[in-house]
């Protein structure tokens, strides 16, 4: 089998780039051929590689949702392993990836392929969760030095701005053939269990067909992150609404910006799918 070591040199505070080498001999040794290619994110990473058999990605759910997307424009469908080098990892995470970047490497190599689910918002995939409101964009706006110097302590520096800036989100909401109206000021839509390394959906499977929706509604910025915090420690404040489908349409006359795994999502109105055993995955 041959294939492609597609790593983030920016990712995991750059461990991965001294790794690199140690990898490569991991999967040869399983008969796995690997061609190292650091990730361009101006660049389809298959181009001149479409007969990859195997993509190996080195970074954090923002790497992995490129590198996913750009096999879907090409039309092609590798197994992908995913080696967790990213500040939360959260589809690592979900898959049962060990932290250790090596422990990792030796499980996709000596692994077995399932398929698993990802998410798709108007044409465009992500593989863990299309969010916004509070705190959600954190990680746009987060920039890879920061990560690399206090990691998740970043992303709570750049969010606590959110909850001074806090605003009612008005949504218009389809979902299990009903439609309600709201005030948000939270959205998310999971694959796997967890955002920012925060489990937000414990029960939620990366194979079960279905997105994990999360609604929180508007109120005072203390009420807001009260309510946060139970629901974190797992009670059931009413402000929250949680919800789990195949499907789910969401307009609003707000433009809001939108997040997919870290990076910028599309605008309002939104058609939201799970596109159930979509992905090929090697763990």
Known sequence: MKGLLIYN???????IARRVEDIVAIFREEGIELRPKLINFDVNPFEGDEEAEIAVICGGDG???YVVNAMYDLGISPELGIIPAGTAN???????????????ARQIAKGKTTKVDCGVVNGYRFVNVLSFGVLTTTSQRTTDKEKHIVGKLAYLRVGSRDLRTMHRIPLIIRINGEQFSTDAVMFLALNGKSAGHFTLAPSASVEDGMLDV?????????RVFWN????LVGNKPSAVR????KRIEILSEKHERTDVDGQRGPDFPMLVECDHNALKVRR
């Not at 040199?9 to 461990?15: I, L, Q, R, S, T």
């Not at 999360?214 to 910025?221: I, R």
């Open 90 to 104: 959260d589809f690592a995470n979900s898959l049962g990836m060990p932290r250790n970047i090596l422990k990792a």
């Open 63 to 65: 790497t992995i949702n």
């Open 214 to 222: 999360l609604v929180m509604e508007y109120s005072k910025p203390v």
């Open 9 to 15: 040199v920016n990712a995991g505070k750059g461990h």
């Open 228 to 231: 946060m915090l139970r629901y």
């Open 242 to 245: 949680y919800m789990r489908s």
